[in-house]
């Protein structure tokens, strides 16, 4: 059963993932989730820069920081994802959010196939404010379970694009959105938004496996782009937020 913990100061709960990021937050009673998308994708360091400002203007501290978006170059290798991650990491240290090696805040990265960015870059954030409607953002998955030593190993159905194959990645991913959802206290139908990264042909197949969970109500927006670790060719993820804002 997947571990949730609360994150007290901020107003948010999580699920425990790996070292980068969690798999996924809600608000905690007496706060809301606010998601802002930035009208222009900006660097990893003048994204936290640009976080930080705004948190300030509004009145909330870093750590109200909960959740992002990420979009990258390229699929990384192991290796590669292994040290960017230590870099982004180091930031949420000396916010004081990542304790003791855990990570509370949500994530998501994935590699534009058309116009990709020069280098990592942040494309959304999402944060706590007092109030009422509470939310949560469930952390992007691919086709292959978290925590192991590597992904590789573990890639649902590795390098099988056909029909089948993608198939097969897309109920492993929707059941993990699925798990996550519940460990937060959530279902299909508390979600507002639904977002699909591949490159490969999913429809009108997809439509079928989201319709048949009950997962359509938001609809879908589908990112042309790919997860980023070489080899996963399928992500998701989720969100229920009452306010969402360009910036």
């Not at 360091?45 to 978006?69: D, M, T, W, Y």
């Not at 978290?146 to 590789?152: H, L, S």
Request: hydrophobic share 40%; glycine share 10%; with cysteine.
């Amino acid at each position: 059963m997947a571990e949730v913990q609360s994150f007290p100061d901020e107003g948010y709960r999580f699920i425990r993932g790996v070292a980068p990021y969690s798999a996924g937050v809600a608000a905690e009673e007496g706060f809301r989730i606010e998601r802002v998308r930035l009208d222009s994708p900006v660097s990893i360091e003048e994204g936290f820069r640009r976080i930080k400002v705004h948190l300030a203007s509004i009145g909330r501290p870093p750590a109200a920081f909960c959740a992002c978006e990420l979009r990258s170059p390229k699929p990384f290798t192991e290796d590669g994802f292994a040290q960017f991650n230590r870099g982004y990491v180091s930031t949420l240290e000396s916010w004081g959010i990542v304790r003791a090696g855990v990570n509370p805040v949500a994530r998501s990265n994935v590699c534009p196939e058309l116009d990709p960015p020069a280098v990592p870059v942040f494309h959304a954030f999402s944060y706590t404010v007092p109030g009422e409607r509470g939310g949560f953002v469930v952390a992007g998955s691919g086709e292959a379970p978290e925590g192991k030593a590597n992904y590789r190993d573990h890639i649902v159905r590795l390098n099988d694009v056909s029909p089948a194959g993608l198939r097969e990645k897309a109920a492993w991913v929707l059941g993990e959105q699925e798990r996550r959802l519940r460990a937060l206290g959530f279902g299909w139908g508390d979600v507002t938004a639904t977002q699909l990264y591949t490159v490969h042909a999913v429809f009108p197949w997809i439509g079928e496996e989201l319709a048949a969970r009950g997962a359509i109500r938001g609809g879908l927006t589908w990112h042309l782009t790919r997860p980023p670790v070489v080899g996963i060719d399928f992500e998701m993820d989720c969100r229920g937020v009452s306010t969402e804002r360009v910036l």
